[in-house]
Each structure stands twice: as C-alpha cells, then as structure tokens.
C-alpha cells in the first residue's frame, strides 16, 4: 500500500526564513501528491498538486514543492515564512490502483504543525 | 460557488448515544469522502460514495456508516458511541471523471464537523 511520510511533526522557523517541509511517498509507480494546509478549526486547503510532467510545483501563498523521483521525495519549501503561514501542513498521495478503479481516496501523512517565531 | 458544506460544525454526545452528520458538496461534484482526524491517528479515511454506491471503505468498525443521496448529499452515522470516537469528522468532494485521468482530482474539503463524546 502506499503511504507518505512527513519529517518532523513540528518546525519552528523565524519570519522572513525558509520554509522546509519534507514529505516521502512510498511507491514504485510516480503517484499524484498533494499538499494540504490546515488552520485551526478549519478544513484542509489544497496548497498544490503535482500530476505529471514539470517537477517543480508552484502553489498558492508562496510555496512551491519539488518532486524528486530518484529520492521519492516532494518536499514543500516557501523562501520567506509569514506569521500568516503557521498551520498544519499535510502531505498525501492517491493510490494509482484506486485511481484506475476510479476511486478518490488520499492517504495522508502524519502532518507537520509549522510555528513561525516573530 | 460554494464550497463543500458540513453540519453540525459542534456537537456534543455521551457514551452509546449515536450521531448523524451531514454533508453537501460543491454543486457539480459526484464523490464524496469522509475522514476521521484525531490527534493520535491523523487523517484516517473512513469511507467513499459516487452516485449513492459506496466505492471505498476504510478499516473502522460497523458502527462507522454512510450513504449518499441522489443529490450527491452524504451522511455519516456512528452508532454505539465511544469516547474514542471523539473527532474532527472531514468530508471532501471531487468532480468524478473514471479512470486514469481522474488521478488529478483535487479534494475540496468542508470546515468538519467536531464530535465530542463524554
């Protein structure tokens, strides 16, 4: 079965720093991953998706994901971190055997709580 | 257009009680998905519908059910209450093309529905 891994279940940077989330998926088939955002009490917001073709993914808000093949990695980075940008990260991946069943689930990493220090 | 739409947004239960929730997708969308997210477990997806079937189902126990109307609306039920049912209860739809190319399909989720059982 496929999963994701996320490194780090909490980071704390400072304002005005990089952002780094890494996220590994497990599989021997490039799969369609995801990254979602969640503020308190809210639901997850889609950041960005990568499907196929370009490896490096822009999103909203300023962040962007690279997808590695080599290092099944697709970690999310942003250049410069905002207060606004402390949340909940998640990573996740839809199955390629479900997706030719036709099916919509997402396997989701443990997430990542992103702190941003003044 | 509006997004996907969950009520109750809070509720509170006791122990054997059960609980119906409710969700509306975006107008357009057929899938609809649910996930369980609690501290200890992260998102746990729970279960799947496309036009009133159910597509997929997630490891949790028979008192976890669903349906989905022909409007595209779902419901969830737990029955038999446990404390350990206490929950962010997600529901997300997406539009349902079949098939390989359905892959790309991004999840729009609701705000959640917060179970708390005392």
């Known amino acids: 079965a496929q999963s994701v891994t996320q490194l780090g279940s909490h980071v704390s940077v400072s304002e005005g720093a990089l952002v780094l989330l890494r996220c590994n998926y497990s599989s021997s088939v490039p799969p369609y991953l995801f990254w979602y955002v969640q503020y308190p009490n809210q639901g997850l917001q889609l950041l960005l998706k990568?499907?196929?073709?370009?490896?490096l993914v822009k999103g909203i808000n300023g962040f962007e994901a690279e997808f590695k093949k080599s290092e099944t990695s697709f970690h999310l980075t942003k250049p410069s971190a905002h207060m606004s940008d402390a949340a909940e990260y998640f990573c996740?991946?839809?199955?390629?055997?479900?997706?030719?069943?036709?099916?919509?689930?997402?396997?989701f990493g443990q997430g990542t709580r992103l702190t941003i220090n003044p | 257009k509006a997004g996907v739409t969950q009520t109750p947004r809070y509720l509170i239960k006791t122990r054997g009680q059960q609980v119906t929730l409710s969700c509306s997708p975006i107008?357009?969308?057929?899938?609809v998905s649910w996930y369980q997210q609690t501290p200890g477990q992260g998102l746990q997806f729970l279960f799947e519908?496309?036009?009133?079937?159910?597509?997929n189902k997630g490891n949790f126990p028979g008192r976890f059910s669903g349906r989905q109307f022909s409007n595209s609306r779902s419901e969830m039920n737990v029955s038999t209450l446990e404390l350990g049912d206490s929950a962010l209860y997600l529901c997300?739809?997406?539009?349902?093309?079949?098939?390989?190319?359905?892959?790309?399909?991004?999840?729009?989720f609701g705000a959640g529905s917060r179970l708390t059982v005392l």
């Open positions: 990568y499907t196929t073709g370009a490896t």
């Open positions: 107008s357009g969308h057929r899938s």
């Open positions: 996740a991946v839809r199955s390629l055997g479900l997706i030719i069943q036709g099916a919509q689930k997402l396997v």
């Open positions: 997300a739809s997406s539009p349902q093309r079949g098939g390989p190319s359905s892959g790309a399909n991004v999840l729009t």
């Open positions: 519908y496309f036009s009133e079937t159910q597509r």
